[in-house]
């Protein structure tokens, strides 16, 4: 791939990207920020490659923990996202006090 | 070595499964638009996120497999598992430590990188060399300063700004002289110094440090942000160093999203991107607040509250930073539930910086089962204010200041609030007269038509609920 093709692919990326962004509503942001978070654990791919391909012990090393960051924020990364918008999802309208947190004081 | 082998890397084949991965997360990140959809925008990603690690490992030639499993077991262990513990306040410290690792793992890659080169022998060639550069300095500034703002929003490290003497010209100093190394390797390229990219390494690891350490907690979500982006940027940076186009576009998206995210939560408290990093600003001791003379506030309790509350036909609830610290999420829903049994409409107002970082009340109040259509963006509810009866403002304060309104030379001139006196009636659940973190006075308090409830949120509100029953 030469260079200026992946540049064309970043600037079209950018594009992309504020067009899509700018139509998520504030109420989402912070779900937005886990998911986008989650997705540059795509790093990843990188750590795979370095590590599939090393031969010598740094490299081993570089790569693994390279790998297994990238894992952490891949499978954090979404997993937690995916709870929070379950919150948001419907729900049949439980009962609120039965979580004890709110109960009605003294 | 053996390999799965099957795609030829940088092949046809490897591109195009790239290119659905990538259009995946497009897709899901459209879907994130709308709560009812946003759920399916997040599995749409995380299935591009699979698709894009199994053409990894298929690629001809991959190998060491044990270490590629022990690393892939421990860090979706660790990562499953801390999500899944994690409470829905400490949010906003566990986007920052999963930022962190991202951030860190682009630097190590970007150091594989040019071991690489090196052992190629020879310069290694300047489209690869300068990302791989920018991806170790962004990486690593991006890997220490998110565990910095982790520790402070923990409270590992204290909050408060921490600052050293004459930090900003170190931090300058550090900064050209991180450039100006990395011009020196590239010009210097035969084959690129080892031991000068360490040197990059470091003093970016330190630049991390001493630029999160003196921003106070309340600027903290605009720090993640950034360094999100920041990340997101050093993603693309190793994809243009490794020649793959997932991680220039992924990393390219979050980038942008991460921009356009920092400069709102920027424009909401209206101060610019630089003010926030350099200015040592955020949660600085309350400095001489006003003149110090004492303006009669009228108080009530508890009982007084439920009252005013339970007779209105609308009520706004206007939650902020100190609902989230007192988690009285849980507590202020079951208060609206006491209010709906009466018949009384209850929604929320919420600033686009309300919480520790943006939208982080409506997840906070999602998970007290807060329907989502009560919950109201800033522009959408003050219009409605003068049709409000009673406005509840819970923990928040400089977002309810109409000094940022009134008083062209307030600090906080400009920032667009939520008009909470526009309401027949105004009750503030607060602990003190304290002020915000600006550091300035609520005129919001001495108002005629404001009422304070000085106690505890979680306990104010849990109080009024009980009250309102009984009546």
């Given at each position: 791939m030469s260079i200026m093709t992946e540049v064309t692919i970043f600037v079209l990326a950018v594009f992309v990207g504020f067009e899509v962004i700018s139509k998520v509503p504030t109420t989402l942001h912070t779900p937005l920020m886990s998911q986008t978070n989650a997705i540059h654990g795509i790093v990843m791919l990188g750590g795979l490659i370095v590590l599939g391909y090393a031969d010598d012990g740094l490299e081993y090393v570089i790569g693994t923990i390279a790998v297994a960051f990238g894992a952490i924020n891949i499978v954090g990364g979404f997993l937690v996202t995916d709870r929070m918008l379950a919150m948001f999802a419907k729900k049949p309208k439980p009962k609120a006090d039965a979580d004890g947190k709110g109960g009605a004081g003294k | 070595m053996t390999s799965l082998a099957v795609l030829e890397p940088g092949g046809s084949a490897a591109t195009a499964l790239y290119i659905v991965s990538f259009s995946l997360f497009i897709l899901g990140l459209k879907q994130g638009t709308h709560p009812t959809t946003a759920k399916r925008g997040n599995l749409i990603a995380a299935a591009g996120m699979a698709v894009a690690v199994l053409t990894t490992l298929l690629l001809d030639g991959m190998g060491n497999w044990g270490l590629i499993a022990i690393g892939l077991a421990a860090g979706s262990a660790i990562g499953a598992y801390a999500s899944i513990k994690v409470k829905m306040t400490e949010m906003p410290q566990m986007v920052a430590l999963y930022n962190g690792v991202g951030g860190g793992a682009v630097a190590l890659i970007a150091w594989s990188e040019i071991r690489h080169g090196i052992s190629l022998g020879g310069p290694m060639p300047l489209e690869s060399l300068i990302p791989t550069l920018f991806a170790a300095i962004v990486g690593s500034v991006s890997f220490w300063g998110s565990n910095i703002a982790f520790g402070k929003l923990q409270e590992v490290i204290p909050t408060r700004p921490m600052a050293v003497p004459g930090q900003q010209i170190i931090n300058a100093i550090l900064g050209i002289g991180v450039i100006v190394v990395a011009v020196i390797i590239a010009i210097d390229n035969d084959p690129p110094s080892q031991g000068l990219f360490i040197l990059i390494l470091v003093a970016a690891a330190i630049l991390g440090n001493l630029v999160v350490l003196p921003i106070g907690?309340?600027?903290?979500?605009?720090?993640?942000?950034?360094?999100?982006?920041?990340?997101?940027?050093?993603?693309?940076?190793?994809?243009?160093?490794?020649?793959?186009?997932?991680?220039?576009?992924?990393?390219?998206?979050?980038?942008?999203?991460?921009?356009?995210?920092?400069?709102?939560?920027?424009?909401?408290?209206?101060?610019?991107?630089?003010?926030?990093?350099?200015?040592?600003?955020?949660?600085?001791?309350?400095?001489?607040?006003?003149?110090?003379?004492?303006?009669?506030?009228?108080?009530?309790?508890?009982?007084?509250?439920?009252?005013?509350?339970?007779?209105?036909?609308?009520?706004?609830?206007?939650?902020?930073?100190?609902?989230?610290?007192?988690?009285?999420?849980?507590?202020?829903?079951?208060?609206?539930?006491?209010?709906?049994?009466?018949?009384?409409?209850?929604?929320?107002?919420?600033?686009?910086?309300?919480?520790?970082?943006?939208?982080?009340?409506?997840?906070?109040?999602?998970?007290?089962?807060?329907?989502?259509?009560?919950?109201?963006?800033?522009?959408?509810?003050?219009?409605?204010?003068?049709?409000?009866?009673?406005?509840?403002?819970?923990?928040?304060?400089?977002?309810?200041?109409?000094?940022?309104?009134?008083?062209?030379?307030?600090?906080?001139?400009?920032?667009?609030?939520?008009?909470?006196?526009?309401?027949?009636?105004?009750?503030?659940?607060?602990?003190?007269?304290?002020?915000?973190?600006?550091?300035?006075?609520?005129?919001?308090?001495?108002?005629?038509?404001?009422?304070?409830?000085?106690?505890?949120?979680?306990?104010?509100?849990?109080?009024?609920?009980?009250?309102?029953?009984?009546?």
């Open positions: - | 907690g309340a600027d903290m979500p605009v720090v993640i942000s950034l360094l999100n982006a920041f990340t997101g940027l050093s993603a693309a940076a190793a994809g243009f160093a490794l020649e793959n186009v997932a991680l220039i576009v992924a990393g390219t998206l979050v980038g942008s999203s991460g921009t356009i995210l920092t400069l709102e939560m920027a424009t909401a408290m209206n101060r610019s991107v630089s003010n926030i990093l350099f200015a040592g600003f955020g949660g600085a001791p309350a400095a001489v607040a006003g003149s110090g003379e004492q303006r009669p506030v009228t108080s009530i309790g508890a009982q007084d509250a439920a009252i005013k509350l339970a007779y209105a036909d609308t009520v706004v609830i206007v939650p902020g930073y100190g609902l989230a610290v007192a988690q009285a999420q849980h507590a202020v829903k079951e208060m609206a539930n006491q209010l709906e049994a009466r018949g009384v409409t209850v929604n929320y107002a919420i600033h686009p910086v309300a919480g520790r970082m943006p939208g982080h009340m409506n997840v906070l109040l999602a998970e007290a089962d807060v329907p989502y259509e009560q919950l109201k963006e800033m522009e959408e509810i003050n219009p409605e204010m003068s049709r409000t009866d009673v406005s509840v403002v819970i923990g928040a304060n400089d977002v309810t200041n109409p000094a940022a309104k009134n008083d062209p030379d307030s600090p906080i001139a400009g920032m667009p609030i939520i008009e909470v006196s526009e309401a027949n009636e105004v009750i503030v659940i607060k602990r003190s007269l304290s002020t915000g973190f600006a550091g300035i006075d609520n005129d919001l308090f001495y108002e005629p038509n404001t009422s304070m409830l000085f106690a505890d949120a979680k306990a104010a509100a849990s109080e009024i609920a009980a009250e309102i029953e009984q009546l």
